[in-house]
Nanobody, 122 residues
Framework: QVQLVESGGGLVQAGGSLRLSCAAS????????MGWFRQAPGKEREFVAG????????NYGASVKGRFTISRDNAKNTAYLQMNSLKPEDTAVYYC???????????????WGQGTQVTVSS
């Protein structure tokens, strides 16, 4: 069993930055790929970014590519999402997930955190 706890969300002005953290416990995080999704009210859960177990491979959703960076520190069992040049349309609840394959399909991820709210004001 794996437990995930996100932190770092908050309110920021457009153009600003935030860094989200996802702390994993229960099993060695390096055995899994890690990812971030987001969900805005009335919308489906959207893939944001994913990273391989070693951290050597990353993938991004089209809407965040070039602005967001995913990373991980396996010694701390933690993944990060650095978000720069934030836009009001980035406003959503951001969820951390763990699985065996980086995929944009949310149902294929195995474990989820409780989510952290990110609000970008214009």
């Amino acid at each position: 069993q794996v437990q995930l706890v996100e932190s770092g969300g908050g309110l920021v002005q457009a153009g600003g930055s935030l860094r989200l953290s996802c702390a994993a416990s229960g099993r060695t995080a390096s055995s899994y790929v890690m990812g971030w999704f987001r969900q805005a009210p009335g919308k489906e859960r959207e893939f944001v970014a994913g990273i391989s177990g070693t951290g050597g491979s990353t993938n991004y959703g089209a809407s965040v590519k070039g602005r967001f960076t995913i990373s991980r520190d396996n010694a701390k069992n933690t993944a990060y999402l650095q978000m720069n040049s934030l836009k009001p349309e980035d406003t959503a609840v951001y969820y951390c997930a763990i699985g065996y394959l980086v995929t944009a399909t949310a149902t294929r991820w195995n474990y989820w955190g409780q989510g952290t709210q990110v609000t970008v004001s214009s």
